[in-house]
C-alpha cells in the first residue's frame, strides 16, 4: 500500500512540474502579451541572443582542439583549420560571430536609447552590463589565437591599468602573472574567457525575466499596461524569424566569401616580442572607445574618459528622466541623435587611422560631442 501510494505522490509530482514549466513556457513564450505597435528594430535584441547561443556553442567545439599554451597556441589554431573536420567553419563563425554580435547589440543599444528604452531602468542597467562584459570577453578571445595582434593588443591594453595611481603596477604585473605578457598570462586569459560567457548567459536569463517582469518597451514610449497588446505567437514570433533568416544569409555570405574582412591581417603572423607591428589597433567593434582613448594627451586622461564613455551609457536613466516618455519625434532630440550616430562611427574610423593630424584633433572633436550629446544635451532636454 504504502509503495502504491508513493508511487502515485510521485506522479502527481511530476505532472504538477510538468504543467507549470508549461505554464511558464505559454505565459512568458507563445501568449506573452507584446505591444501590438513595436517594429521590426526589436528584433535586435532577439538576433543578440542567437549571436549568443552561436557563440558559446562554437566556443566549446574550439576549446576542444585548442591548446593555451604560448608555444602551441598559433599552431593549434592553425590545427584546427587545417586538419580538424568542420574546424575552419567553426572557427570562421566564432571569430565572425563576435562582429555580428557586437552589430546587433551596438544596434540594440541605439534602438533603446532612440526610443527611450532607458526608462525601463533596471532592465537597461542589465543589459549594459551584459554590453561591458561582452567587451571584457571579446578581447580575451582576441589575444588566444596568439598572433602579432593579439600579442600587441593585451600588451597595449593591460599597459592601461599601469596609469592607475599607487596599484595600476600591482594590478598589471597580476594580469600578466609575472613581468611582461607570458604564458600565465594566456593561461589566465583562455580561463576567464571560458569563463564570462557562462556569467553573461545567466545576466541574459535576468535581463529577459525583467524584460518579462517589467513588460517591453514601444515607439510611443507609453505605459505598456495603457496600450493594445496581442500574443507574441504567432505575430512577433514570425517577424524575429525573418529577421534571423536574413541575419543568417548575411552571415553565410561573410563566412563562407569574405570571412577575414572583419579581422586584422597581422593576426596570421605568430606571435613575436622582438618585432613591434606598424600600427596596432583593436577589433572594429572596440575602435569608437580607442578613439576616444587616444584623443586625450594624458594616460590617465585617456583611460578615464574610455571608462566613462561606458558609465555614461550605464547611467542613461539617471541623466535623463524626461517627462515625455518618447521623444523621437522631437527634432530637439532626433537631430542630435542621429549626429551622435554618425560621430561615433567617425570615431570608429579615427581609431583605425594613425596618431597624427588631423585625425587626432578631430578625435577630440567627436570625444566632445559624444561626452556633450549624454551629459550636457539629454539633461537639458529633461527640462523641456
Partial sequence: MAFILAKYDLEIKNFLKESSLKNMAQ?????????NNINFVWTFGFLALCCLIIQVLTGILLTMHYTPEINYA????EHIMRDVKWGWLIRYMHANGASFFFIAVYLHIGRGIYFQSYFNTSLWFSGTIIFI????????GYVLPWGQ????????????????????EDIALWLWGGFSINNATLNRFFALHYLLPLVIVGLTAIH??????????????VDT???NRINFYPYFVLKDVFGLFVFL???????FYFPDTLGHPDNYIIANALVTPAHIVPEWYFLPFYAILRSIPDKLGGVACMGLALVVVLILPVLHRSIKRSLHNDWLFTIPFWFLVVDVCLLGWLGACPVQDPYVTISKLGTLYYFFFFLVWLPFLKRT
Fill in 225 to 227: 499596461t495603457k496600450i
Fill in 74 to 77: 598559433w599552431l593549434s589554431v
Fill in 208 to 221: 529577459l525575466g525583467l524584460l518579462h517582469l517589467e513588460g517591453s518597451s514601444n515607439p510611443l514610449g
Fill in 149 to 168: 595582434m593579439s600579442f600587441w593588443g593585451a600588451t597595449v591594453i593591460t599597459n592601461l591599468f599601469t596609469a592607475i595611481p599607487f596599484i595600476g
Fill in 249 to 255: 544569409d548575411v552571415f553565410a555570405i561573410f563566412i
Fill in 133 to 140: 562584459l561582452m567587451m571584457a570577453s571579446a578581447f580575451l
Fill in 27 to 35: 505565459d512568458h513564450g507563445f501568449y506573452y502579451p507584446t505591444p
